[in-house]
Nanobody, 117 residues
Framework: QVQLVEAGGGLVQPGGSLRLSCAAS????????MRWYRQVPGEQRELVAG???????NVADSVKGRFTISRDYTKNTVYLQMNSLKPEDTAVYYC???????????WGQGTQVTVSS
């Protein structure tokens, strides 16, 4: 069972920056894909960014040029650097990972990001 601990959310003014982190522990196999999703109440969970085992990244068009995903393989941690934040980025952000050779995926508890003046 993989446990995920997220950190870094909070309240920030428009145009500000935050960095989210998500540390994975308890994995029996190599952590494969690591992703960040976000969800606003009443809406579907949206994929924000992902990074593969080999470091290939993708980000949603809505955050391209503002958000960057990265990972530290030694710490099994994924980061989401969020710059030029907008009020519409306000959401609960969730970390999601899967393991090589494991059909299941795992979710963090979520961290609130609020962009407001």
């Amino acid at each position: 069972q993989v446990q995920l601990v997220e950190a870094g959310g909070g309240l920030v003014q428009p145009g500000g920056s935050l960095r989210l982190s998500c540390a994975a522990s308890g994995s029996k196999f190599s952590i494969n894909n690591m992703r960040w999703y976000r969800q606003v109440p009443g809406e579907q969970r949206e994929l924000v960014a992902g990074i593969t085992l080999f470091g290939i990244t993708n980000v949603a068009d809505s955050v391209k040029g503002r958000f960057t995903i990265s990972r530290d393989y030694t710490k099994n941690t994924v980061y989401l650097q969020m710059n030029s934040l907008k009020p519409e980025d306000t959401a609960v952000y969730y970390c999601n990972v899967d393991q090589v050779g494991d059909r299941d995926d795992y979710w963090g508890q979520g961290t609130q990001v609020t962009v407001s003046s």
